[in-house]
């Protein structure tokens, strides 16, 4: 029903922002010496979106681009995020970035996007649409099974191990749970993992999602998260629980997953690159308004770090705090 109502919002909003283009000009004809380029993050409370955000603005001044950039409170407020779609494209940017959290939630307002002939390029997250020119995004499968390598490793390829995934609906969110699944799968028999549990990426009901886990499995022995409020999470979730013992392999950095990998509380993650993620979507989306080919995949870099490579120089340069 949820679903419904807001495919049906989406559809009456696409119609409204037809109106408004009628009244001000498609994106590609508006476009002057200091382009738009419209960004709708997943979120904006993250460290990794403000990363994102910085690498975003920093790109578009060297290139003599205005963005904005705009995320909802949370990760799972969908029909906010549809909202902020909707607003941005009334301006009618001369390109688009979106990182969907429903993958075919905004399909109208991305199909109107095409109709007013701005070019969107996804990012962090791909969306299930032939409208975006490329996507801007991390290898979410291959992070997750570095995730995985990791955490079977520490357990000494033995144990029950649980997950805790910020959505089952973005392709980040599918890919980073199918991901660390399927290299389990293939290369970890003496491995148990419980089916994934989600906690919209939010912190909090990451932890309780955490402490329930923990309770109905006594003999858990590791934790893997998808994602930076999940890992955080996952971390203030064994803490409360008071349960020793347990290896956390997270995703992402920032300052707590950081300072947790420091004092021995989280094993490791796998961090992206996403100041480096919003450069080249700004750059693929200026690309894009000159109408130069693209790939259909632009990938940003990952790394594992632990207490083993923390200060290494490439890993400092990936990590943001």
């Known amino acids: 029903m949820k679903m419904r109502k807001i495919v049906a919002a989406v559809t009456g909003a696409a119609m409204a922002v037809v109106l408004t283009a009628c009244g001000q000009g498609g994106g590609a004809g508006s476009s002057g010496s200091n382009p738009l380029i419209a960004i709708v993050s997943k979120g904006f409370q993250h460290q990794f979106w403000q990363a994102v955000k910085k690498g975003a603005e920093d790109e578009a ?51 109107q996007a095409k109709a007013q002939k701005i070019p969107v390029v996804a990012f962090d997250s791909g969306v299930d649409s032939d409208v975006p020119v490329t996507t801007v995004a991390t290898d979410n499968k291959a992070a997750a099974a570095e995730a995985a390598k990791h955490l079977a490793q520490q357990l000494g390829g033995q144990g029950k191990v649980a997950m805790v995934v910020h959505d089952q609906t973005s392709l980040s969110g599918k890919d980073r749970r199918d991901g660390f699944l399927d290299w389990m799968r293939r290369n970890a028999p003496g ?13 909090l009901e990451s932890a309780n999602i955490t402490k329930s886990i923990l309770q109905a499995n006594p003999d858990l022995k590791g934790i893997y998260a998808s994602n930076e409020g999940s890992a955080i999470g ?88």
Request: proline share 5%; hydrophobic share 40%.
């Open 191 to 203: 491995i148990t993992v419980l089916p994934p549990q989600y906690g919209g990426g939010d912190q």
């Open 61 to 111: 001044a060297a290139k003599g681009a205005r963005v904005t950039f705009v995320g909802p409170a949370t990760e799972k407020d969908v029909e906010q995020q549809v909202n902020m779609l909707t607003n941005e494209l009334a301006k009618s940017p001369q390109a688009l970035g979106f990182a969907a959290l429903d993958s075919k939630a905004a399909a109208p307002l991305l199909q």
């Open 234 to 321: 996952v971390i203030k979730g064994v803490q409360e629980s008071g349960r020793s013992g347990i290896t956390i392999a997270g995703f992402d950095s920032g300052k707590a997953q950081i300072d947790a990998i420091n004092g021995g509380v989280e094993s490791g993650a796998v961090t992206q690159d996403p100041v480096d993620m919003g450069r080249q979507l700004v750059d693929a989306a200026l690309k894009a308004i000159k109408g130069e080919q693209l790939p259909k995949r632009i990938d940003t870099a990952f790394y594992w770090y632990d207490k083993s490579n923390i200060n290494d120089p490439k890993i400092q340069a990936a990590l943001y705090q």
